[in-house]
């Protein structure tokens, strides 16, 4: 049996990660390819409870903290779910990884980007590190970000990070550019329709030949 394809959406809240994922799947399925849709942080009894710490405002901590609750997280998750299920097969979507640590807690928060990657490399493993296929979704419009937040219902009660400053939420856009530079990972324009950046994933999937070894 061939193992399953990690497969990672990136991006800023608001950049419609969630959307795609979905579409990704339903593609894949639609190819007859076993495919899970899983977010981080959560995706696991245990790692939904510690997503619960995470996202609570109500709950002041230092980047350190958040680095390591996310990095819990995501060795639960790795460690209980996602690997399971790409040796079985599965092929696996996930919105979000690391990076997104990278983004928040490093360039957002100050953290050291070094640390985050040894702390997670440490708790994962290369698979993990570096996913068969990424994206990024890139929305630079920060009013327009939070308009889409806010239609889900999410603004009336923000979480950790949605209730952050301009100057953060800045910090982090510029923070995502430069992960995407430097690890290669394509930067698509998320002010685009729905069908247009579905469209454009889809063909830089099938370019990638990962669907030619399937």
């Known amino acids: 049996m061939k193992a399953g394809r990690y497969i990672v959406i990136e991006g800023q809240d608001g950049t419609g990660k969630t959307t795609q994922a979905d579409l990704l799947a339903t593609y894949l399925h639609s190819r007859g390819i076993d495919t899970i849709h899983i977010k981080e942080p959560g995706g696991s009894p245990v790692a939904e409870a510690i997503r619960g710490v995470i996202l609570d405002a ?87 970000r939070q308009k889409r937040i806010a239609s889900r219902g999410k603004l009336a009660k923000p979480d950790t990070f949605e209730s952050k400053t301009t100057d953060f939420q800045t910090r982090v856009q510029g923070g995502y550019r430069q992960i995407a530079k430097e690890f290669e990972i394509p930067l698509l324009d998320a002010s685009r329709s729905i069908e247009a950046i579905h469209s454009d994933i889809v063909g830089r999937l099938e370019k990638s030949q990962l669907l030619a070894s399937s």
């Open 58 to 144: 109500t709950l002041p901590r230092t980047p350190m903290t958040n680095t390591l609750l996310f990095t819990a997280n995501r060795h639960e998750l790795w460690h209980a779910v996602i690997r399971p299920a790409l040796k079985r097969g599965t092929w696996v979507i996930c919105t979000r990884n690391y990076w997104s640590t990278l983004a928040f807690q490093g360039y957002g928060e100050g953290m050291d980007l070094s640390i985050i990657s040894a702390i997670t490399a440490t708790f994962t493993d290369k698979q993990y590190m570096s996913p068969d296929f990424s994206v990024v979704l890139a929305f630079d419009d920060i009013a327009a």
